[in-house]
Nanobody, 124 residues
Framework: QVQVVESGGGLVQAGGSPRLSCAAS????????MGWFRQAPGKERECVAA????????DYADSVKGRFTISRDNTKNTVYLQMNSLKPEDTAVYYC?????????????????WGQGTQVTVSS
């Protein structure tokens, strides 16, 4: 079994730059892709960023490209999401997830293990 635990959410002013962290345990972290998804009220869960097992390749949703950066530290079994220039429409519960495969993917069905989520609320 794999456990992922997110931290770093909260209330942020528009334009702010919080960083989310996700600690993973339960299997060899460095063998698998990781992703960050978000879900706003009344909307489907969407992938905002994904990173491959090496940390060298990543992918982003168009809505966050240029503002968010995903990274990982395989020595600490941790993945990060640096969020810059936040907008009110970024308000959502953000979920960290561990992938089924090694390569980065934006597809929700390629992720098996999910954290509880952390709320990010952006005030205007």
């Amino acid at each position: 079994q794999v456990q992922v635990v997110e931290s770093g959410g909260g209330l942020v002013q528009a334009g702010g730059s919080p960083r989310l962290s996700c600690a993973a345990s339960g299997r060899t972290f460095s063998n698998y892709a990781m992703g960050w998804f978000r879900q706003a009220p009344g909307k489907e869960r969407e992938c905002v960023a994904a990173i491959d097992y090496t940390g060298r390749n990543s992918d982003y949703a168009d809505s966050v490209k240029g503002r968010f950066t995903i990274s990982r530290d395989n020595t600490k079994n941790t993945v990060y999401l640096q969020m810059n220039s936040l907008k009110p429409e970024d308000t959502a519960v953000y979920y960290c997830t561990a992938g089924r495969y090694a390569l980065a993917s934006m597809k929700i069905y390629e992720y098996d293990y999910w954290g509880q989520g952390t709320q990010v609320t952006v005030s205007s």
